[in-house]
């Protein structure tokens, strides 16, 4: 078989050039920059910086706070991932099921896709306000003294269930192309082997829709880092207090509200080595469980 | 060529070149809403008021927005003529010796008359360094004072409390059985911590609040601010305080809505008060623990000053000299005070405001001048702490712990002041 390739060497770098700068630009540059600055503690407007050497790194791993917040963030993230794939994957099968009506119940499953994060936190304020909010007065009614922005949990209860809420419909249309993709005759030899619902699934759907479901994985997981900054940042009205937020959000809070280049360096480096290692870990571990077909 | 085109040339030349070079100014600022209305109306005065000038408010967001914005357009060498520098960034500003043009400099090297003795009381050190030279201009100029719900305080047969312990024994009980929730407030680290150093004259940072060196150590673990939040927390389990969270206007709404009857908030809240609330109100001023002092002192100013950036021009730095001289005007602070409630900054916009009746027809306007005129003491001067603006959200955090239970005083305290040195020992070494 003969081999294809370029006749010339250079035509392949010559056709990757535009993507390299663009990284290079927005991301291997500021990446740089980053790491070098998380060395220093300089005076926001660039006159004085003093050489400390892997200090901003040790006072972070030694703040009890910044490890909570840590914390917070594996919590959050893996809440996020798990709600919202879950639910979304319910949702899919469910609508998948429907014959009549499907196109509506589908367009009022996806709207909330097209809602961005901030907008998404704002109508979380909106549900959930103190005074006005509907759901803060059915809490009430339960017996719950929701309280958001005073009590951390309920802080942290509104956060997660605005940033599901927010993620479930584009989980959704992709848990349903990737259900419309199993082909009819595989469907129909499993109902002719078993009888049970929730055993087919298991054994057949769920396994098929597996490389969908793994690319929702990271991309969830990506969202829920990185992405709900701007529910966090609406909901905390951009003072956290006493109030739980991510690590992403720590960085803003520290960085560009509190003007400490230095630390906040620091920060999104240890951020860019997690999510390396995460990245990883995935596609070392969970995609080799995963069949293509 | 014809003659219409050399005419019609000449009159679209005529109407675009102006007859001479304006100096064009720019202003970044958080003032938003109604506020950044009245900035806008101030531009336009001192735009028409003369031919030479032009200058451009741009509004960048909040104060911690606006400074960023302000830092990363200085860096990159697109700063604006005139930053807006909230207090608790202003270190930060005052600190990067060589980012803004000393105002009482800047107004000298342009022939404008200066005198810091024309500033009220209040306002003249707050910006100013350690020789008392002026750095920033002081501009929207407010301090805490105590709103009251003239209808609420009637129906309980009280009268604004003076100390605390006349809250905690006469009012705050009356209110609560009137079925009021006697009080909240907006800002924590601003009104219950700052400001009440201040008002007790208490030492706030060592090195004379940071004035005098980079101030290393904060006195915040002290007694007295230990047993006054010691006291909110069973005022709150007793229903004699509310607090709603870390945001401001959480706190307000409470109080606008008609459940709180007084709320601690800014000077400069007065004109959006009135535009809001259908009930009759007035303000006193800050009340004071008679334990810890006998004689009260005044207040810090809180709000913003306008920072003239440095690497203008000369004609540029005279524009924006010729604008601050506008701008501390007798009649444009009169306007400003008038519209926003925020303090007159000079004696005699003070002097214009009571001549012409306005604290006639609103007394509660003329709280937060009165709070800033009151005899000053050693501590009262303002403080100056590199980080500060993250030294506030480490007190937000900790206040919030111990007022929904999650801490003690003693130990949220503690770590105030542990997190808060270490944040000085950093930013001592941003300097170096």
Do not use: C
């Not at chain 1, 914390?71 to 993230?77: E, I, N, Q």
């Not at chain 1, 304020?125 to 017996?143: E, V």
């Not at chain 2, 809403?33 to 005065?45: F, R």
């Amino acid at each position: 078989m003969k081999r294809a390739g370029f006749a010339n060497p250079w035509l392949p770098i010559l056709l990757l050039v535009p993507q390299l700068t663009i990284i290079a630009v927005f991301f291997y540059w500021p990446a740089a920059h980053a790491i070098q600055s998380s060395f220093f503690l300089q005076d926001p407007f660039g006159f004085g910086s003093t050489f400390v050497g892997l200090e901003n790194y040790a006072d972070l791993l030694g703040n009890k706070e910044y490890l909570k917040v840590a914390g917070f963030t594996v919590v959050f993230t893996l809440l996020v991932t798990f709600l919202s794939l879950g639910l979304a994957l319910l949702l899919a099968v469910k609508a998948d099921n429907v014959i009549r009506g499907a196109k509506t119940y589908r367009t009022l499953l996806m709207w909330v896709y097209a809602v961005a994060p901030p907008v998404a936190g704002f109508i979380g304020i909106l549900m959930f306000d103190q005074s006005t909010g509907p759901l803060t007065a059915f809490f009430q009614s339960l017996g719950w003294d929701f309280k958001l922005g005073v009590v951390y949990s309920d802080t942290a209860f509104a956060m997660v269930t605005v940033s599901v809420w927010k993620q479930v419909p584009v989980n959704f249309i992709f848990f349903l192309s990737g259900l419309h993709s199993i082909p009819v005759a595989v469907r129909e030899a499993a109902l002719i082997d078993n009888r049970s619902a929730s055993g087919r699934f298991w054994d057949v759907t769920f396994p098929l829709l597996a490389p969908t479901g793994f690319f929702l994985l990271i991309t969830n997981i990506t969202y829920a880092l990185f992405d709900t900054f701007g529910v966090i940042d609406t909901l905390v009205k951009g003072e956290p207090g006493n109030n739980p937020m991510n690590l992403v959000y720590k960085v803003y809070v520290d960085g560009f509200r509190g003007n400490d280049l230095g630390g906040s360096s620091a920060q999104s480096v240890i951020l860019m080595v997690l999510v390396l290692a995460l990245t990883v870990f995935q596609f070392r571990l969970v995609e080799r469980r995963i069949h293509y077909t | 060529m014809k003659i219409n085109t050399v005419l019609a040339t000449a009159a679209v030349l005529g109407l675009t070149a102006p007859a001479f070079a304006e100096t064009e100014i720019t202003w970044w600022h958080a003032m938003g809403g109604a506020l950044g209305e009245t900035v806008e109306q101030i531009a336009t005065d001192f735009n028409a008021s003369q031919d030479d000038y032009k200058i451009t408010p741009i509004f960048k967001g909040t104060y911690e927005e606006a400074l960023t914005a302000g830092i990363a357009a200085f860096r990159a060498g697109e700063q604006p003529n005139i930053l807006q520098v909230f207090d608790a960034g202003a270190a930060t500003v005052i600190g990067a010796k060589g980012a803004a043009v000393p105002v009482q400099d800047l107004l000298a090297n342009n022939d404008v008359a200066f005198d810091i003795n024309d500033y009220i009381a209040g306002v003249r050190y707050f910006y100013a360094d350690k020789d008392g030279k002026m750095i920033g201009m002081p501009f929207n100029s407010s301090t805490p004072i105590m709103y009251f719900n003239e209808d609420a305080l009637a129906k309980a047969g009280v009268t604004a409390p003076v100390t605390w312990e006349e809250f905690q024994t006469v009012t705050a009980p009356a209110l609560k059985e009137a079925g009021y929730i006697p009080m909240s407030q907006s800002h924590l680290p601003w009104i219950f911590t700052e400001n009440f150093f201040s008002r007790h004259n208490l030492e706030f940072a060592n090195n004379n609040n940071g004035y005098d060196a980079p101030a290393t150590e904060i006195k915040v673990n002290h007694p007295a601010i230990k047993a006054h939040f010691q006291a909110l927390v069973d005022w709150k389990e007793a229903g004699l305080f509310e607090w709603y969270g870390t945001g401001w206007g959480d706190n307000a709404t409470p109080f606008e809505n008609g459940e709180v009857a007084m709320w601690l908030g800014s000077s400069g809240s007065f004109g959006g008060l009135q535009a809001k609330v259908d009930f009759p109100f007035s303000a006193a001023k800050l009340p004071y623990w008679e334990a810890v002092t006998a004689e009260p002192k005044q207040t810090f100013i809180g709000g913003a000053a306008l920072f003239a950036m440095a690497g203008k021009s000369a004609e540029e730095n005279k524009a924006t000299a010729e604008f601050f001289k506008f701008l501390t005007s007798a009649d444009t602070q009169y306007f400003w005070h008038q519209k926003t409630g925020y303090v007159p900054i000079t004696e005699a916009a003070y002097e214009l405001a009571q001549k012409d009746g306005h604290y006639d027809r609103f007394p509660a306007a003329e709280v937060g001048i009165q709070q800033l005129s009151l005899p000053a003491g050693e501590f009262t001067k303002g403080y100056r702490m590199g980080f500060y603006v993250q030294i506030r959200d480490v007190m937000n955090r900790e206040y919030g712990r111990i007022l929904t239970g999650e801490t003690t005083v003693e130990d949220g305290f503690a770590n105030i002041e542990a997190e808060a040195n270490k944040l000085l020992a950093r930013f001592a070494k941003t300097q170096g």
